[in-house]
């Protein structure tokens, strides 16, 4: 499977974004999601997952409360729905499709799309 993450760029504290993660060449809604992102000089982070059908999703505290995620199987995308947007919010984001483990750990995603940049100005 192929994952396309989009809809980063550079706003300022206190907006939002929406990141889409579309994907190719399978269909997604055999997959549990996650989004993670890595700032710069530092590790990859979880920020979410979504299981199969969007019934149970998780978040991390950091984010918890602003971010929601979702997932359309019909188009198979999965989006991240960022408010309240944050300077320490500034990182590449990556979609990824799970694979076994703990959801929480990158280690447990096989495919990743490219990343798509969020940049919050204070």
């Known amino acids: 499977v192929q994952l396309q993450a989009s809809g980063g760029g550079l706003v300022q504290a206190g907006e939002s974004l929406r990141l889409s993660c579309a994907a190719s060449?399978?269909?997604?809604?055999?997959?549990?999601m996650g989004w993670f992102r890595q700032a710069p000089g530092k590790e990859r982070d979880f920020v979410a997952w979504?299981?199969?059908?969007?019934?149970?999703?998780n978040y991390a505290d950091s984010v918890k409360g602003r971010f929601t995620i979702s997932r359309d199987n019909a188009k198979n995308t999965v989006y991240l729905q960022m408010n309240s947007l944050k300077p320490e919010d500034t990182a590449v984001y990556y979609c990824?499709?799970?694979?076994?483990?703990?959801?929480?750990?990158?280690?447990?995603?096989?495919?990743w799309g490219q990343g798509t940049l969020v940049t919050v100005s204070s």
């Open positions: 990824a499709s799970y694979s076994s483990g703990s959801l929480s750990l990158s280690s447990s995603y096989n495919y």
């Open positions: 979504i299981s199969w059908t969007g019934g149970s999703t």
């Open positions: 060449g399978r269909s997604l809604s055999t997959y549990y």
